[in-house]
């Protein structure tokens, strides 16, 4: 059995050798030309493992073959022109301006602040309602609990949008 294996494990070997040789003339064929080529090996070490590899110098004593070969052009960014300065005629922002749309902002913040306060105000009024009421089928205090984490989970959700307006007005004019 041996015998019969032995020939066909000879020429695989060769052709193994002979696609390395290949694939480094392509190499040195497309570096002569001023291009990189960008290739893949798949080796096998003496262990039996197998390492896929772009790198020629990982390749030495492996028995090795091309998996794949590509030639990679790399071209230099070009400049890009400098930076045209706006025309005189240019529309720009004057300081009056930038004040008024300041001053719009601060008004629709305080605005949204009342009206987020005054959710808050309901939330909690509503919170104080059901918390007095104790229903019948209410005997164990988890479902109290239960009913009431609505409530609860509004009054959080408009008092952390009343801090978040607050710190929007104190950072309007930093």
Known sequence: ME??????AIALRLALIAAAAAGQAYAQAAQSQGGQVETLWNCKDKDGRTVLTN???DTAGKECRVVQQQRVTV?????SPAKAASPQNFPKESASDRLSARGKQRN???RELA?????LAEARRKLAEQESVRSGDERNYARVLERLQPFKDAIEVHTKNVDALKRELTNLYR
Do not use: G, K, M, N
Not at 3 to 8: A, G, I, K, N, V
């Open 3 to 8: 015998t019969l294996f032995r020939p066909l």
């Open 55 to 57: 790198q020629q110098a």
């Open 75 to 79: 071209v230099p960014a070009q400049r």
């Open 108 to 110: 629709t913040l305080e």
């Open 115 to 119: 009206q987020e306060e005054s959710l």
